[in-house]
């Protein structure tokens, strides 16, 4: 009787054990896998956010692993959002709650919902999916205001830091999935189009969260592999050997290297038919203008990110902008 009641304690401590075990196997795996809000709003230059989809909400602190708030939240007419303001990186506000910023992460209570995130700056969401034993996030961001001001961009202006710093937002907020909304809407780019592998749930999930804008100007690069989509590409410089290797590679027609600057696409806007094509790929020499300032959008970009340009690989000159 007595080796059997120790029998039953051994095997009870070992599953609390491994319960407890595999709970912070869980904790640990969402500070892995889902960024956290701190990071978002912070390197948007965001003052404050509002959850807009109505659900049931956990805020975990992805360094302890414990349960700050669970928030269930109706939005409707009547109900107000609830509002999450990082000011530093020390604190972050959610309601009326004051915590750490200690890597603090939002999981809706299926694993499965869209967290809608709109603020004065941003609009976007984080969207959460549920894949087995893993999250998988996909961080969207409207880019529509960042194309109207690259569209209106002139060459002979010097690039504005406004331009700079949205490029770097939308890296530093790990955009994977880039979509256009009015007057673009309905059209996103696909990273199947850009040349990546996989299943588009593989892609959003991998570690590479390029980065893809198209621009007016200053789009410059050898002929892209990837189809008739003009890009700026900004990339994690060790995300792979591949894109550590990228900007070495680079070689115009004659051999030149990068800093003599290659062609760049003219991005036209037909607003009758409010479609987009390339106008010209005119060859441009080193010392002009246009290429300066191309130049200058490479050097001044942070240096922690490796800015890949392309252009399109196209026969004609004139080509339909999908």
Request: proline share 5%; hydrophobic share 40%.
């Amino acid at each position: 009787m007595y080796f059997k009641r120790t029998f039953f304690a051994i095997l009870a401590t070992l599953c609390f054990a491994f319960h407890i075990a595999s709970f912070a196997a869980e904790e640990h795996r969402f500070a892995q896998k889902v960024p956290s809000l701190c990071s978002v709003l912070l390197a948007s230059d965001i003052d404050d956010v509002a959850i807009k989809s109505s659900g049931v909400y956990s805020f975990y602190d992805a360094t302890s692993g414990k349960m700050l708030i669970k928030k269930k939240l109706l939005v409707s007419k009547k109900d107000s959002p609830l509002i999450i303001t990082a000011t530093d990186d020390k604190a972050i506000t959610i309601g009326k709650k004051t915590f750490p910023c200690n890597d603090i992460i939002v999981v809706p209570n299926d694993n499965t919902s869209t967290i809608l995130l709109e603020g004065q700056n941003y609009r976007g969401s984080l969207r959460i999916r549920s894949h087995g034993s893993r999250l998988d996030v996909v961080n969207e961001i409207n880019i529509a205001p960042l194309l109207e001001s690259l569209l209106s961009y002139e060459v002979e202006d010097n690039i504005s830091s406004g331009v700079l710093e949205a490029l770097a937002i939308i890296y530093r907020t790990n955009v994977y999935h880039i979509f256009f909304d009015t007057p673009f809407e309905g059209k996103y780019i696909d990273p199947q189009r850009l040349g990546y592998r996989g299943t588009r749930e593989s892609l959003y999930s991998s570690a590479i969260a390029d980065a893809v804008v198209t621009t007016h100007h200053c789009i410059v690069g050898e002929e892209s592999p990837v189809g008739d989509i003009p890009t700026i590409r900004l990339m994690r410089p060790t995300s792979s050997p591949r894109q550590q290797t990228l900007a070495e590679e680079y070689r115009h027609d004659d051999g030149m290297p990068f800093e003599h600057c290659p062609a760049i696409p003219m991005l036209s806007h037909d607003e009758a038919n409010n479609e987009f094509s390339i106008a010209s790929i005119a060859e441009i020499d080193h010392d002009d203008d246009e290429c300066d300032a191309a130049q200058i959008l490479y050097e001044q970009l942070p240096h922690s990110i490796l800015l890949s340009l392309e252009h399109l690989a196209a026969d004609d000159d004139d080509v339909a902008f999908r």
